[in-house]
């Protein structure tokens, strides 16, 4: 083995931090597809981790020159791991390592972190600068639940997310941008699937990371302001409304606070409860407001459909009411292709194929509009 320089990322200005994050020395990857990109003409190369969790271990995949070369489990405290040793010394290597997992809500311990690389020869090449920036909002289709893994598991773990077979990996990707995510699993516009109302998204847009619970979290910046400034994207991709769909199929959710149920209902002919498709068109007018307020120069762009598209009418409600008000022009909404049994994943989630498929819309859809 040759002998290794080992440097932090703040010494490496070269290589991008992915995802929303809060510094470099350690890098902590808090959300789906966060991570780092770089390239580096060296022969050997070894990253090395802090990782912890009680519930949820975090995953992570390495992709070297375009290629997907490994997934793996981080094991928790401190571990080193080599991503290529061997190679053609002098010649450029590009690496991109993405956390599969998403933040984890309910695991205040879930914990992965970049605390440095131990590299042999070679230098580190600035990048060029991305083509876009694009950033993804949404529930477990925009953290990748299912999209790895065979279809008849429903085993909720760790292993079966990936950032790898993602529609926004792909689209990025193909439009040459750079990318961040910003999603959990079973939340929503304005309730998460079983009608919680503590589940939703657009609260927590403003942070670095809000769902990310306990006091190391706290301590590691994760309820800190984002920086909206340093990182504008070209586009915000909106893939909400699949849980508030399902709501309107499950019982009440009771406030442990305050004894109030919640719950959006459905008429006796299956419509829904007029009442309650307002609340969360007005929810999508709302969460518009403010995507705009922190993003002026942006398309913003909302999904829905990998799971079925009845709320659409909802959303399009929720849509023209923001117009209305606003005159905003540059707002669009987005049908994706639905999952069928044959591009399904685990967990009764959209799969690689369907993945690919929404990229391949969603994609020539920005095409005409950045």
């Not at 791991?81 to 879930?110: E, I």
């Not at 953290?143 to 792909?170: C, Q, T």
């Not at 909404?333 to 690689?352: D, K, S």
Request: hydrophobic residues 40%; glycine residues 10%; negative net charge.
């Amino acid at each position: 083995m040759e002998q290794l320089t080992t440097a932090t990322l703040t010494q490496l200005p070269q290589v991008r931090a992915l995802g929303r994050h809060t510094g470099r020395d350690p890098l902590t990857l808090f959300w789906t597809a966060s991570g780092m990109e770089l390239e580096f003409t060296g022969s050997e190369l070894w990253v090395d981790f802090f990782a912890d969790y009680e519930v949820v271990e975090p995953w992570v995949s390495v992709e070297l020159n375009g290629a997907w070369v490994a997934r793996f489990a981080v094991n928790p405290g401190k571990s080193r791991v080599c991503l290529f040793r061997g190679m053609t010394p002098g010649k450029a290597k590009h690496l991109r390592l993405l956390k599969d997992v998403q933040a984890m809500h309910d695991d205040p311990a879930h914990l992965l972190q970049i605390t440095g690389l131990e590299y042999a020869g070679g230098e580190f090449l600035p990048l060029p600068e991305p083509q876009y920036r694009l950033e993804f909002v949404g529930d477990s289709i925009t953290s990748g639940e299912g999209a790895i893994g065979a279809k008849p598991e429903e085993d909720w773990v760790g292993a079966f997310f990936s950032a790898e077979n993602h529609y926004g990996r792909l689209t990025a990707d193909a439009l040459g941008a750079e990318y961040r995510c910003i999603s959990q699993s079973g939340w929503g516009i304005v309730t998460g699937w079983d009608n919680d109302v503590r589940h939703v998204m657009p609260p927590y847009y403003t942070q670095v990371c809000g769902v990310a619970m306990g006091q190391r979290n706290a301590a590691l910046g994760a309820q800190q302001d984002n920086d909206f400034a340093a990182w504008k994207p070209d586009a915000v991709i909106v893939n909400l409304g699949t849980n508030d769909t399902g709501a309107f199929d499950n019982p009440p959710w009771q406030d442990p606070a305050t004894g109030k149920p919640h719950q959006l209902r459905r008429l006796s002919n299956g419509d829904f409860h007029p009442a309650d498709a307002q609340k969360v068109a007005n929810g999508v007018q709302h969460f518009l407001t403010l995507l705009r307020a922190k993003n002026p120069g942006a398309k913003l762009v909302w999904c829905i459909g990998m799971l079925g598209s009845e709320l659409l009418p909802v959303l399009r409600q929720g849509m023209e009411q923001y117009k209305a008000i606003t005159g905003d022009s540059s707002v669009y909404l987005l049908e994706l292709p639905n999952t069928t049994p044959e591009t399904v994943g685990a967990r009764q989630h959209p799969g690689a194929e369907n993945h690919r498929q929404a990229a391949n819309v969603l994609t020539a859809f920005l095409r005409t509009i950045l």
